[in-house]
């Protein structure tokens, strides 16, 4: 069982940043590939980024590849996502999620793969 905490929402202007963290317990955090997901008002939920589990790979959706960072710090059992360059289409609640592994470089971008969901943070970003 794995337990997750988003934190670090909130309302922004276009063209600034947020860091987005999840806070991972319950099962040795390391074993863990990650992702982040959103969902906006009205649309599916979608991917964003993916990491793997020691942190040498990583995938970006289009849209945010070059402004957002996905990265672990895996002795904190925590997840980020740094958002630079945010835009009014990145308004969305946006999801961490977990997903078990035995492999050191697999990461999924498909939502349905994760076993393990946090409880969302709102990000705004006013233009």
């Known amino acids: 069982q794995v337990q997750l905490v988003e934190s670090g929402g909130g309302l922004v202007q276009a063209g600034g940043s947020l860091r987005l963290s999840c806070a991972a317990s319950?099962?040795?955090?390391?074993?863990?590939?990650m992702g982040w997901f959103r969902q906006a008002p009205g649309k599916e939920r979608e991917f964003v980024a993916a990491i793997s589990r020691g942190g040498g790979s990583t995938d970006y959706a289009d849209s945010v590849k070059g402004r957002f960072t996905i990265s672990r710090d895996n002795a904190k059992n925590t997840v980020y996502l740094q958002m630079n360059s945010l835009k009014p289409d990145d308004t969305a609640v946006y999801y961490c999620?977990?997903?078990?592994?035995?492999?050191?470089?697999?990461?999924?971008?498909?939502?349905?793969?994760?076993?393990?969901w946090g409880q969302g943070t709102q990000v705004t970003v006013s233009s």
């Open positions: 999620a977990a997903d078990r592994t035995y492999s050191d470089t697999y990461y999924s971008r498909n939502g349905a793969t994760y076993e393990y």
């Open positions: 319950g099962r040795t955090f390391s074993s863990i590939a």
